[in-house]
């Protein structure tokens, strides 16, 4: 006589090898294959090629009416660091891109959210524009990028050169979208803010309270008094700020390589240190970043002094990351 536990001995060697590997338990009670299986470290487009390779390897079986397989993964703790300025024009959306390449090549799984809804410049940076995501179930599907990065972006989703006129509600509900979005098995998203310190950054403290924070200023004055009124926001919020990057400091002259500083130098070094925050580092300002950017080749994921840069300001951000 069949027992059920013999009939589902002899429906384990019909699974795929991956599915075997990751298998639980099999049981198959009343003709319904019950398959459990150990989902952990994959993403949604694997775990569905797994549980389509089940369904297809027991439907039609001798004593299986239906199957049904269960996915069970560790819960994945997925942090937010946020990356703002207290006004625009300082390279805040430059610095997230590069810092998001650069800690993906570090080693950490990362994802990029665009949560600058008025000026969108993600999609240009990544060489992602014209790519629009798509959605499974009621979430959207980053999209993947050639860097390591994937993306979420209003720039993605609008029409190109189309103003976005939307009150405050609108833009901090599509922001709750962009982030919680199928990130699949990224642990790390990295958001880049809008300037200021608006709507969408109080619906960033209060829905979605980040880890951490990453100032961006030039040296000048005038921008670092914006950059403590962003700081002041985020320890408002109870979000600890991770340090402050200075960008646009120094530039080399292509010509006799004599170092100006148009915009002054050591300023937010100078701004971190009586706050008692740390300084992440300095960001030369280069023809060469400008261009690469605009043809959508982060020079974090290239060589020379610029990567080098954005690699040193990963490894202490990567560094505070893992002493929380």
Avoid at 57 to 82: C, E, F, H, S, W
Avoid at 88 to 109: D, E, P
Avoid at 259 to 270: K, L, N, Q, T, V
Wanted: hydrophobic share 45%; glycine share 12%; aromatic share 4%.
């Amino acid at each position: 006589m069949t027992t059920p536990d013999s009939a589902a001995d002899a429906l384990r060697p019909l699974l795929p090898p991956l599915a075997q590997s990751r298998l639980q338990s099999l049981r198959l009670n009343q003709g319904v294959a019950i398959v459990v299986l150990d989902a952990g470290g994959l993403d949604a487009v694997e775990r569905d090629r797994l549980e389509q390779a089940v369904q297809q390897a027991l439907t039609g079986q001798p004593g299986v009416d239906d199957v049904r397989v269960a996915l069970m993964a560790d819960k994945l703790r997925r942090r937010i660091l946020a990356v703002g300025s207290g006004k625009g024009g300082v390279g805040k959306s430059t610095v997230s891109t590069n810092l998001a390449v650069a800690l993906a090549r570090a080693g950490h799984k990362v994802g990029l959210v665009d949560a600058d809804i008025y000026g969108p410049s993600q999609p240009r940076l990544l060489g992602t524009e014209g790519i629009k995501p798509h959605a499974r179930g009621d979430k959207l599907v980053p999209v993947p990028s050639e860097w390591g990065v994937p993306v979420l972006s209003m720039g993605q989703l609008i029409e190109p050169d189309k103003a976005i006129a939307w009150r405050g509600p609108m833009a901090s509900n599509a922001l709750g979208q962009l982030i919680d979005a199928d990130w699949g098995d990224i642990d790390l998203l990295v958001v880049d803010l809008p300037p200021g310190t608006g709507d969408v950054q109080l619906t960033m403290l209060q829905r979605h309270k980040p880890a951490g924070a990453v100032i961006v200023s030039t040296p000048q004055d005038l921008a670092l008094i914006d950059a403590r009124r962003a700081i002041q926001l985020f320890q408002a919020g109870e979000v600890p700020v991770v340090g402050l990057v200075e960008n646009m400091s120094g530039y080399a002259c292509p010509h006799c390589g004599e170092i100006s500083d148009p915009f002054g130098r050591g300023g937010a070094e100078a701004a971190a240190s009586e706050l008692g925050l740390a300084f992440l580092g300095r960001i030369p300002l280069q023809l060469a970043i400008r261009e690469a950017s605009d043809a959508g080749q982060p020079p974090a994921a290239g060589a020379g002094a610029a990567a080098d840069a954005f690699a040193a300001i990963a490894a202490r951000v990567s560094t505070w990351l893992g002493n929380q």
